[in-house]
């Protein structure tokens, strides 16, 4: 190789390393669901939004994010609607929403109609089989409320496996488990974009 195309090479690396992690969950695998589990997704979920949080501080949370998520979703009244539901699902699931919102912007980069190569929908990148085996076979992994209900109650059930280690758990929900890249870059996101002193949650 000449020493032009050698500096070529080695500048493409340069600029490749220095863009965003793109990922995906599409390689996601079933596990045995509880009981439990499956009676989360089993419930009906419109599209709606969920309501905005009734504490002052809760709401504070919400209009904190709405700013810092500007630019991805210009949208305001989108913002809030995703921020809410995010909140709920979240800490339906027992979840940091701060959490989450990490691994959306990992996952799908706040995008509703994100499809991966493989097939994973929505914002946190569902598979479709989940639907397939929790029976539902009408679920539209692209509603709001029904993506997060999926992408928290799964991550919930990999917490759960994995007896409540988050690396290891992450790389469940990616499919990549027991390498680093998934797991840091959703807690490099989550730590970067969307820290903020939230009540503590209720242990489970």
């Known amino acids: 190789m000449s020493p032009g195309r050698a500096l070529t090479v080695i500048a493409l690396a340069a600029l490749l390393g220095a ?4 990922a995906t969950a599409g390689a996601q695998r079933y596990e045995p669901l509880a009981a439990s589990v499956q009676a989360a997704l089993h419930a009906s979920i419109s599209d709606r939004a969920a309501p905005l949080p009734e ?4 709401r504070g ?10 630019r991805h979703i210009p949208d305001e009244p989108s913002r809030r ?23 959306i912007q990992v996952e799908s980069g706040f995008r509703k109609y994100a499809i991966s190569p493989a097939g994973a929908r929505g914002y946190m990148q569902v598979m479709p089989f989940w639907v397939r085996l929790i029976g539902t076979p009408g679920t539209n992994l692209f509603h709001l409320r029904t993506n ?19 690396y290891r758990a992450l790389g469940r929900y990616n499919g990549s488990l027991g390498k680093p890249e ?13 820290q903020y002193a939230l ?5 489970r």
Request: some cysteine.
């Open 19 to 22: 863009l965003p992690l793109v």
């Open 148 to 166: 997060l209900r999926y992408g928290c109650t799964i991550l919930r059930h990999y917490l759960d496996i994995e007896r409540g280690d988050l």
């Open 199 to 203: 009540r503590p949650l209720a242990r």
């Open 182 to 194: 998934y797991p840091n870059a959703v807690r490099a996101n989550w730590e970067r974009h969307w």
């Open 61 to 70: 949370w919400v209009a904190e994010m709405s700013q810092r998520l500007a």
């Open 81 to 103: 609607d995703l921020l809410a539901s995010v909140f709920y699902e979240a800490r339906r699931a027992g979840l940091d929403p701060q959490l989450v919102l990490g691994l």
């Open 55 to 58: 504490d002052a501080a809760d």
